[in-house]
């Protein structure tokens, strides 16, 4: 069954430094997402991406992230100049396309552990 | 901001028994609800989902059912099985006016004993 898969599964960085969060969406979705998890919370959606844009962002996501989609295949998260508080889980997801619009149920990765020293 | 709402934070069944795990909202503007399991160290996996315009959907031993007066959705589970202990998320979305994002609940971690 296909999955959506991420890389690295755990990172640790010193604040400050850039990381960049990778993720390999499904491979007929059109739709893509970044959520996170900070220890404890709930889960939080930072950004959708579609058609080679961003369609939403919440307040979590200023001007230290950016996403891409470099190639076909993959889809990245950039945090720029880290902060303590961006220690979560991280994940991404996709949905794909339906008629009409999108799917409204989306497919999530296994996330990445965002550690910030 | 909590628009959806998980009020209990564990559930503990016995094999065979029927879960029942709760889910509210206060955005009137959802009306689309979806159920995710995870396990320690996976992803969210998507269960099931339900439109506003049902008040239940059935798939397997998993039943949602929704009482959009009462902002109300519940997950029925049965039989239970020990593979299904796991933390469940409840998540809503709109399918109007274009925004995207899941709003999830905090999760409730069940727990069905053999």
């Known amino acids: 069954e296909p999955e959506v898969t991420q890389t690295p599964s755990h990172q640790v960085t010193q604040m400050g430094q850039e990381v960049i969060l990778r993720c390999v969406p499904i491979s007929n979705h059109l739709y893509f997402y970044w959520y996170r998890q900070i220890l404890g919370q709930k889960v939080e959606f930072l950004v959708s991406f579609y058609n080679n844009e961003i369609s939403e962002k919440s307040e979590i996501f200023d001007d230290q992230f950016s996403v891409e989609r470099p190639d076909g295949s993959n889809f990245t998260l950039k945090i720029r100049s880290t902060k303590l508080e961006d220690s979560a889980m991280y994940f991404c997801?996709?949905?794909?396309?339906?008629?009409?619009?999108?799917?409204?149920?989306?497919?999530f990765g296994p996330g990445t552990r965002l550690t910030v020293l | 901001d909590q628009q959806v709402k998980q009020n209990s934070p564990s559930l503990s069944v016995q094999e065979g028994r029927i879960s029942i795990l709760n889910c509210d909202y206060t955005n009137s503007m959802f009306d689309y609800f979806l159920w995710y399991k995870k396990y320690p160290a996976e992803g969210p996996t998507f269960l099931i989902s339900?439109?506003?315009?049902?008040d239940k959907n059935e798939d397997g031993r998993f039943t949602v059912f929704l009482n959009k007066s009462a902002k109300h959705l519940s997950l029925h589970i049965v039989p239970s099985q020990p593979g299904d202990s796991a933390v469940y998320f409840c998540?809503?979305?709109?399918?109007?006016?274009?925004?995207?994002?899941?709003?999830f609940g905090k999760g409730m971690k069940l727990t069905v004993n053999p």
């Open positions: 998540a809503a979305t709109t399918t109007q006016g274009g925004s995207e994002k899941l709003v």
């Open positions: 997801a996709s949905s794909e396309p339906r008629e009409g619009g999108r799917a409204y149920e989306q497919f």
């Open positions: 339900i439109s506003s315009i049902k």
